[in-house]
């Protein structure tokens, strides 16, 4: 995932959670991800070839970013 307009983008040095991806057939699963620059990669052993990602999608989650 990248970001045009993110400048500063931070995750005030916590781990970055609630990343969500998912498979073909619509399934979602946790997901790894990383800060990089203005880049977050992310990552699932679950699913090789993801088709859609998510972030902080439940109405209980608390974004870290």
Do not use: C, M, Q
């Not at 057939?25 to 992310?42: R, S, T």
């Amino acid at each position: 995932v990248k970001f045009s307009n993110a400048d500063g983008l931070n995750n005030k040095g916590k781990k970055i959670t609630l990343f969500e991806v998912s498979n073909a057939v619509g399934e979602w699963f946790p997901a790894k991800a990383k800060l990089k620059n203005n880049e977050i990669v992310v990552s699932s052993k679950e699913v090789k070839n993801p088709t859609g990602v998510r972030y902080a999608f439940k109405s209980t989650d608390v974004s870290t970013l």
